[in-house]
């Protein structure tokens, strides 16, 4: 079983090549699926199907071709699907503000929703081992990343405030109805993420175990588009993903010899050299510009021949998982795997059995396992991309 997310900025490709790929793969005998995580879909377009879906099943898995399957996540059926009564509650508090229903049920999907949804979707293929190869189409790079945050915050969520505010909810519920028109939620809300809790157990597990789930990053030879990418690789490592390819799309070719376009060929040749250097040890597969755009099969056809050639995109390119811990002589050792940083933008807190690392606008809770979380942070150094925390003794916290 292989889940590969393919992301980057928007327009890059992505989509295009996520949907070459599951065409590959089908072609290669692996029963295939390409899930759409953006909310603007546009799959169904790059496989240029336009059959129309009557009965409410189809819409879910759209089969394009033997051993291949496609998806567009649709958040409102998945909530229907599985969490229901949580939307109710949402949606009845929204309509108590004066909203009408129709209003309320769009504002209903709040962030992170498409995400969930997806997850919950991904962890029931994998538990029912329903395909060989899950490949997502994922939305522009800041969304990938609140999609592999989403494990790691609601297993916090859970550990640090659910079973408080349930309880709450039970001691204080009824008084609080008494005295205000907001609904306290009742034991069946509760009920429900936690159901919805144990939907999404474990595929924290898949989507860092590097023998499962691999990210690769698609990029433009430009230069806010390689920044971009950059960041892109440091916050997924953030999350303990492993990024095994780095994918340079939309590559002027040789025979574009107009003078228009000499500019612009050497630009991308020099953005192309800093991906090299900067990307080196990850495999860097180059696309060119084709002359039209590829849409249907045999255009799809086309891409995947010229990125892949003879590799088979299954395989995985990068073995290591970007979390490592060592025992050293004296004490034992976390390292992460965290390029494009310096040591201003990181800062570190041990809370118990979890240190959280956090940089800019994301932060990681990294569990720590329990040999780790009674003993004491006694340095952290960041040497090239490998930030080194070292534990020792024990803990005061
Ligand atoms: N190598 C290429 N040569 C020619 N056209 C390409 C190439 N790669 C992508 N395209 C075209 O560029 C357009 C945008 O590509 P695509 O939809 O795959 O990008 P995306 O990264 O998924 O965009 P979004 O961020 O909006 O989801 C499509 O029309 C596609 O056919
Ligand atoms: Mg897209």
Known sequence: MRIILYTGKGGVGKTTIAAATGIRLAALGYKTIVISLDV?????????NHEKLVHQHEKKQIRIKDNLWIQEINVQEAIIEYWDDVYSYIRSLLNRSGLDNLVAEEIAVFPGMEEV???????????????????????????SLRFVSI????????????????????????????????????????????????????IDDVLTDPKITT???VTNPEKIVIKETQRAFMYFCLYGLCIDAVIINRVFPDEVDAAYFQAWKQTQQHYIKEALNYFS????????????????????????????????????FSGESPYQFRKTADAYQLSMRLPFLSKEEIELTKHGDELIVTVGNFKQHVALPRSLSNKKTTGAKLTGDQLVIKFQGESST
């Open 40 to 48: 603007a879909h546009s799959l169904r377009d790059a496989f240029d």
């Open 117 to 143: 949804c997806a997850l919950l979707y991904i962890n029931q293929y994998v538990r029912e081992n329903s395909y060989d190869v899950i490949i997502l189409d994922c939305a522009p790079t800041g969304e």
């Open 151 to 202: 494990p790691t915050t609601l297993e916090w969520y859970m550990n640090h405030i659910f079973k408080l505010e349930r309880n709450l909810a039970k001691l204080a519920g009824p008084v609080i109805e008494r005295v205000s028109s907001v609904p306290i939620p009742k034991d069946n809300y509760f009920q429900n993420i936690q159901d919805l809790f144990d939907k999404l157990e474990g």
């Open 215 to 217: 990210v690769r990053l």
């Open 281 to 316: 040890d990850v495999p860097i597969w180059k696309v060119n510009l084709f002359a039209e755009e590829i849409v249907g099969e045999q255009g799809l056809h086309r891409l995947a021949d010229a990125l892949y050639a003879e590799i088979n995109p299954a395989d995985r």
